[in-house]
């Protein structure tokens, strides 16, 4: 059992963040509904519980591994599960066999032919988002924000088992405010071009940038820390 002081600390975070999500989405417009995916990987299944029973009902993982613990362990809660980490090669039957809700970080062609290849053996698709480097920074993976336009539609061409939903990006690590504000608004201009082929998600946005990043026009919202510490 869980004591009162934590689930009331969680309850707290979630409301602060609700209610800053909320004074960010009307800036844009009262029609733009942003979505929040608490992730859960700094945490454990008490805390997930605990966010459940105050009405959160969608999670992230970053690990193919944690995200099968927990789906199994919570069970026989209705709950919708992201996957949103680098999917090793290794890990891609595991991945299928989750069936998770979304998979956010589909991050080259490679990934997502050798993804398709394993769904059409188990004729089974996959709701996924095209990650994009929008920061170009070394450290992190997604396709490059002048190739995201292109392999988004070669993807769809060559990969039918993979329902793209939109896409995905991680704000630039740095300081300066106006680098990362560059770096959504440059994924969400790619997020506009591809709407004509059905793209209705632009997940951008963590704990330490998620206002800015719904202000550039993202509708989904990843947080960790901010939400569970
Ligand atoms: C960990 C993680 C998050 C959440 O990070 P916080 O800064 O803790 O909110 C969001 N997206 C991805 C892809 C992550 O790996």
Redesign the pocket.
Known sequence: MQDIQTKERLRKNLDQIIWNIEQARITISEHHIVQL?A?G??SDEENIKTLYEVGQRAF?E?QVQQLETRMTNLEELPLQWHM??HLQSNKINKLIELRPTLF??LDSLKLATSLNEKLAQKEQKMSCLLQINAANEESKSGVKSEEAFDIYQQIQETCPQLKLKGV?S?GAHVEDEKIIQQSFEETHKIYESLKKDGAKICSMG???D?ELAIKCGSNLV???????K
Request: glycine share 14%; proline share 0%.
């Open positions: 995916v992730v990987k700094y992230g970053n949103m980490g956010q970080s995905m991680i963590m704990s330490n998620y990843r947080i960790g820390s901010k939400i569970f």
